[in-house]
């Protein structure tokens, strides 16, 4: 019973997704028509910052282990 409660819960989750993507899908598509790609497209990408340009290659009180080769 269980499992079956799990199942229709996913089942319903996944519907929301769908119809939330549709839905960004056809207000993306009238955006389109209305006012043409170009400035839709302009308005949807954001520029990177230069603080999300490069990930950090460590994190805030971590070291770095040095890899050593195998001894096999």
């Known amino acids: 019973m269980r499992l079956t409660l799990f199942q229709a819960e996913r089942r319903l989750l996944e519907?929301?997704?769908q119809v939330d993507y549709y839905r960004d899908l056809v207000a993306f598509l009238e955006e389109v028509s209305a006012s043409g790609v170009e400035s839709?497209?302009?308005k949807r990408r954001t520029p990177v910052t230069a603080e999300y340009a490069q990930a950090p290659r460590s994190a805030p009180g971590l070291i770095t282990v040095p890899a050593v080769p195998s001894a096999a």
């Open 40 to 42: 839709v497209v302009d």
């Open 15 to 17: 519907a929301q997704m």
